[in-house]
C-alpha cells in the first residue's frame, strides 16, 4: 500500500450524517485522487487534486467534498446529499516531476463506508 | 465514464497454467496501465504501456498494445495461487491530467 494510509479502515454512518474519510500521503506526491469502488465494479473518480489548494470534480462528485489544504492530506467528506454512499473508498497519489513512475497511482488500503 | 472493458469478467485455472486478460477502450489515449487488486484492499500497479510501445513484459508479465483495435492484453504466465486477484487496465486518455478511467476488471481464480 506504498507510503499511503487512509483511515478508518471500516465507517458505519447513519442516514443523514456527514463522514470525512482521510488519507495521507508521505511521498511527496503532487497529486492525490479519491475513487469509489461498487462491489465487482471497477473504480469511479470522484475528485482529484494535483498540486496544493487546487482540485477538480471527477466523474462522480456530486454529494462529495475535498480539501487540500496540505501536499500530505485529501480528506473526503460524504455528506448527506450521496444518495447511495455505502461503497469501497480509495485513495491515491501519484509520483513527483519526473521518472519511473510518474504516471503510476499508488493506492491507499481503502476505507469500506456503511450506510445503516 | 468506464473506458476500459475487461474480457473475461472472470478466469479460473489451475496453477502453471497461462492467463490471459483483454481490455478494450474507446478515446485516444497517452498510456495503458494494468493494476492488480487483492480482495478488500488497494490497487497495485503492474506495468505501463505506453501508446507508442506494442509489448512489454516485466517478469512474468506481458502486455500488448493494439492502439488500431484499441484493445489491450496481460498475459501472466506460470500462474500461482499467490497470482488469485481482480486485474483492471486503466487507460491515461490523451491530454488528461493523468485521470486514469478503470474498466471493472477481470477476477482471475488459480486452483493448487
Known amino acids: 500500500d506504498g507510503g499511503i494510509t487512509q483511515s478508518p479502515k471500516y465507517l458505519f454512518r447513519k442516514e443523514g450524517q456527514n463522514v470525512t474519510l482521510s488519507c495521507e500521503q508521505n511521498?511527496?506526491?503532487?497529486?492525490m485522487y479519491w475513487y469509489r469502488q461498487d462491489p465487482g465494479q471497477g473504480l469511479r473518480l470522484i475528485y482529484y487534486?494535483?498540486?496544493?489548494?487546487?482540485?477538480q470534480k471527477g466523474d462522480i462528485a456530486e454529494g462529495y467534498s475535498v480539501s487540500r489544504e496540505k501536499k500530505e492530506s485529501f480528506p473526503l467528506t460524504v455528506t448527506s446529499a450521496q444518495k447511495n454512499p455505502t461503497a469501497f473508498y480509495l485513495c491515491?497519489?501519484?509520483?513527483?516531476?519526473?521518472?519511473?513512475?510518474?504516471?503510476?497511482?499508488?493506492f491507499g488500503p481503502g476505507t469500506r463506508l456503511t450506510v445503516l | 465514464s468506464q473506458q476500459g472493458e475487461e474480457d473475461p469478467q472472470a478466469l479460473s485455472i489451475q496453477e502453471g497454467e497461462n492467463a490471459t486478460m483483454n481490455c478494450s477502450y474507446k478515446?485516444?489515449?497517452?498510456?495503458l496501465q494494468w493494476y492488480r487488486q487483492n480482495s478488500g484492499r488497494g490497487l497495485v500497479h503492474l506495468i505501463l504501456?505506453?501508446?507508442?510501445?506494442r509489448e512489454k513484459h516485466s517478469g512474468r508479465l506481458r502486455v500488448t498494445l493494439d492502439t488500431s483495435k484499441k484493445s489491450s492484453s496481460l498475459l501472466i504466465t506460470a500462474s500461482r495461487a499467490a497470482d488469485t486477484a481482480s486485474y483492471f487496465c486503466?487507460?491515461?486518455?490523451?491530454?488528461?491530467?493523468?485521470?486514469?478511467?478503470f474498466g471493472a476488471g477481470t477476477r482471475l481464480a488459480v486452483h493448487p
Open positions: 491515491a497519489s501519484r509520483g513527483g516531476a519526473s521518472g519511473r513512475s510518474y504516471n503510476e497511482q499508488f
Open positions: 511521498l511527496n506526491h503532487d497529486a
Open positions: 487534486s494535483q498540486i496544493v489548494n487546487d482540485f
Open positions: 478515446t485516444s489515449i497517452n498510456n
Open positions: 504501456i505506453r501508446s507508442n510501445e
Open positions: 486503466a487507460t491515461d486518455e490523451s491530454g488528461g491530467y493523468n485521470k486514469l478511467i
